[in-house]
């Protein structure tokens, strides 16, 4: 695909993007969305800039404190995780094969701490694989000290253009 970020994306696996994680994130959701697939986004951006700024024809949620919708905005409180798995599962199970880009992880790390994030993340994982679909999640790296780095690395993907988990096959020639 032109050397697109969705390159060797498999369905039933969740990616986590940190080399310039949030552009490559949005453009590989895109490239899902392009081939007809069914998307969701989770994000701690309000849904209006989201949609400005990528693009985007699919429902957006907002991780905001403001459980008031306004003009038709969704919104997901961060200290309720099970809530947000409960969206995300629910999303997957009524489409099989979906893309749901999680936009916010460093937000919820710092309402809910580590831990429950770590462990919402993996059961969430687990639906993800059920369904065949895909979970993209940007982060920066900066923002996590590296065993938290190693606990993630541990539990998604990593894009292979990114490299860190990957070889190519010109590594070996």
């Known amino acids: 695909m032109n050397g697109e970020p969705k390159q060797g994306l498999r369905g039933g696996s969740s990616y986590l993007f940190t ?4 552009e490559r994130a949005y453009a590989a959701f895109k490239s899902l969305m392009a081939e007809g697939k069914r998307g969701l986004v989770i ?3 309000h849904p209006s800039r989201v949609q400005q700024s990528y ?3 699919c429902p957006v949620m907002w991780i905001a404190k403001s459980t008031k919708p306004v003009g038709g905005v969704i919104t997901l409180e961060p200290t309720r995780l099970m809530k947000i798995h409960g969206t ?26 580590f831990g429950p994030v770590m462990k ?11 369904s065949g679909s895909f979970l993209l999640v940007p982060i920066d790296p900066r923002t996590m000290d590296s065993q938290q780095m190693g606990y993630l690395e541990r539990e998604f993907t990593l894009p292979s253009d990114q490299g860190r988990l990957y070889s190519t096959p010109d590594d070996h020639a």
């Open 55 to 57: 693009g985007l024809d």
């Open 120 to 130: 919402t993340i993996q059961l969430t994982n687990e639906e993800v694989a059920m």
């Open 43 to 45: 994000s701690r951006n």
């Open 88 to 113: 995300i599962a629910d999303f997957i199970k009524a489409n099989p094969g979906s893309a749901v880009l999680l936009d916010g992880i460093e937000y919820l790390v710092t309402e809910n701490g």
């Open 19 to 22: 080399d310039k994680g949030v």
